[in-house]
Nanobody, 127 residues
Framework: QVQLVESGGGLVQAGGSLRLSCAAS????????MGWFRQAPGKERDFVTT????????YYADSVKGRFAISRDNAKNTVYLQMNNLKPEDTAVYYC????????????????????WGQGTQVTVSS
């Protein structure tokens, strides 16, 4: 089992920045690919970004490319999501996820393919 706890969400004005953190415990953190998804009210859970166990590979949804950055610190069992130039359409609950293997992005983009989830943290961007 892997337990994931997100933090860092909040209310920010458009153009602002937030940094989300996801602390992991349980099984060896650096065996897992990590990812961030988000879910707005009434919508499906959408892929945001993922990072390989080593941090050497990252992928981003087109909607966040150039604005968001994922990183991980395996010594601290933590993955981060730096979000810059936030837009009102970024408003959602953001979820951290862990997967035991890195697969082609077509698989990693599907929330149903992930093994463990955090409880989510709300991000609200006002216009």
């Amino acid at each position: 089992q892997v337990q994931l706890v997100e933090s860092g969400g909040g209310l920010v004005q458009a153009g602002g920045s937030l940094r989300l953190s996801c602390a992991a415990s349980g099984r060896t953190f650096n065996n897992y690919a990590m990812g961030w998804f988000r879910q707005a009210p009434g919508k499906e859970r959408d892929f945001v970004t993922t990072i390989s166990w080593s941090g050497g590979s990252t992928y981003y949804a087109d909607s966040v490319k150039g604005r968001f950055a994922i990183s991980r610190d395996n010594a601290k069992n933590t993955v981060y999501l730096q979000m810059n130039n936030l837009k009102p359409e970024d408003t959602a609950v953001y979820y951290c996820a862990a997967r035991s293997a890195m697969s082609p992005i077509s698989i990693m983009r599907s929330w149903t393919k992930w093994d463990y989830w955090g409880q989510g943290t709300q991000v609200t961007v006002s216009s």
